[in-house]
């Protein structure tokens, strides 16, 4: 009964990779600019869950949103922040900037 405690401490103590961790969820970078999402469209494993790494290079302030994708994060020049996205059924998903509403349009394309 003594060797219980002792080999479920050694379980804990077992590292978990944080490469192995990484590698389950792809990470995609979106960069606004002048008004602009680059790149406007965006291609994203369908069925898989995902991040997205948000820069707001200005000027301005602007702002990422979805209504499909029930998502909006407002960033301020200069900032940097990132959405988590559950896995997406193959399909087509706008998004758009409120600050830039005629210039700031994108997609993310599930495949």
């Known amino acids: 009964m003594k060797l219980l405690p002792v080999a479920v401490a050694a379980l ?7 490469v192995a961790r990484a590698e389950e969820m792809p990470t995609f970078r979106l960069t606004i600019r002048q ?11 369908a069925g898989k869950k995902f991040r997205l790494l ?5 000027p ?4 990422f949103e979805s209504a499909e994708l029930r998502k909006e994060k407002v960033l ?3 900032a940097e922040s990132f959405l988590i996205f559950q896995a997406l059924a193959p399909g ?3 998004f758009f900037g409120e600050f830039h509403p005629s210039t700031a349009r994108g997609r ?4």
Do not use: D, Q, T, W
Request: aromatic content about 6%; glycine content about 10%; proline content about 16%.
């Open 76 to 78: 301020a020049e200069g």
């Open 54 to 58: 948000l820069k707001n290079e200005g």
């Open 108 to 111: 993310i394309i599930a495949r």
């Open 60 to 63: 301005g302030p602007e702002e």
């Open 12 to 18: 804990l103590l077992i590292p978990v990779s944080p």
């Open 35 to 45: 008004g602009h999402f680059i790149p406007e469209a965006m291609e994203v494993p």
């Open 92 to 94: 087509s998903y706008p």
